[in-house]
């Protein structure tokens, strides 16, 4: 009789309780997939929030595997996948949403359209927290703004995860980078090349003071609410882009139209919602192996090392706010 293999995998059952260690039958890849032993897994804000039992667009319920990130490398490789070998170091945003297995896990059986090959150069902590940052990053700039060079970027929350993120790659499509933020983090910014704006400043006094009061080509919202507001009253008339990760709100469209400006949103977890699109966010991924690999990119990591027994620790400092970057969890 053959006795399947098992891994361990860390379960939240319910918002009061700690994390679970539970064990189940390794993964066995399908048509499409490969088989990822997990070296780290990159946490996010949606984590805590199916956790929490607040993030119903995720469709992830509990009980449930949590975390979308993963970075590590092959171990099996399903039918009909040509792209990758085993034993290649890949990353990705993989699963925790949608029913499917999170990557608080040892193994996944990741769909092979959704992985690139990790940039060489990074630690896996670093390449486990890039995945969904770098994806909802290109999708607003790339493409729903299209972004070209010598345009003017102003990042709304620029010192956050996906903040930071498009700050750096605005600057490799050549734009030139405003960006706004809590004066306590100015030298991020600055740190990225970016020109820093205290986002206590009024809309009106730094879009004159920067553009001659002409507006922003693209404005990049990460924050939502108030910050979406602004970016309305920021863009250039006619040709200004604003986009958004967080316009889930209720906001008067007035100053947008008096602009003749346009509006996208982001909803980066689609791909793995639906099925449809999936090669694209692999795509995106190897691009951002690209400029990565050419210095262009690097995430801002918390220094703090979590082990899988860690996870929940991990999950406060990131509630609590008290993570200095993006937190990564070793698996492997």
């Known amino acids: ?8 995998a860390l379960q939240a059952t319910d918002p009061s309780t700690p ?5 189940l039958p390794r993964p066995v890849p399908g048509p499409g997939q490969v088989l990822v032993r997990i070296a780290a897994s990159g946490i996010n804000p949606l984590d805590l929030k199916i956790r929490a039992g607040e993030a119903g667009h995720a469709r992830h319920p509990l009980p449930a595997i949590l975390g979308l990130d993963m970075a590590g490398w092959i171990e099996a490789i399903g039918p009909g996948v040509t792209r990758f070998r085993i034993g290649d170091e890949v990353y990705g945003m993989v699963g925790g949403v949608g029913g499917h297995q999170g990557t608080l896990a040892e193994y996944v059986a990741a769909d092979a359209d959704l992985l690139a090959l990790k940039p060489a150069h990074l630690t896996f902590r670093e390449a486990a927290v890039l ?18 060079a010598g345009e003017s970027v102003l990042i ?10 498009a700050v750096q790659l605005a600057k490799a499509k050549g734009a030139k980078v405003f960006a706004t933020d809590a004066r306590s983090r100015a030298a991020i910014i600055d740190g ?4 820093f704006i205290d986002r206590e400043k009024p809309v009106d006094d730094y879009v004159a003071e920067l553009t001659n009061g002409e507006g922003f080509d693209v404005v990049y919202d990460t924050a939502g609410g108030a910050s979406l507001d602004a970016a309305f009253r920021a863009v250039k008339a006619y040709t200004g882009r604003v986009v958004s990760c967080l ?4 906001h008067a469209l007035a100053p947008l139209s008096f602009r003749a400006a346009t509006y996208s949103g982001v909803f980066t977890l689609m791909p793995l919602l639906t099925g449809k699109h999936r090669a694209h966010h692999g795509a995106i991924m190897a691009e951002a192996t690209t400029l990565a690999e050419s210095g262009q990119l690097l995430p801002r990591l918390d220094p703090t090392r979590y082990t899988f027994a860690e996870a929940d ?3 406060t400092a ?5 993570a200095t970057g993006k937190i990564a969890i070793e698996i492997a």
């Open 1 to 8: 009789m053959t006795i399947q293999p098992t891994m361990q």
């Open 19 to 23: 994390l679970q260690v539970i064990t």
């Open 131 to 148: 995945p969904l940052i770098f994806i909802t990053a290109w999708e607003g700039l790339v493409d729903r703004a299209g972004v070209k």
């Open 156 to 165: 709304l929350g620029a010192a956050g995860g996906v903040g930071h993120m």
């Open 192 to 195: 990225y090349g970016a020109h």
């Open 247 to 250: 316009g889930w709100g209720t």
């Open 313 to 315: 620790a991990a999950h």
């Open 318 to 322: 990131l509630r609590e706010r008290r």
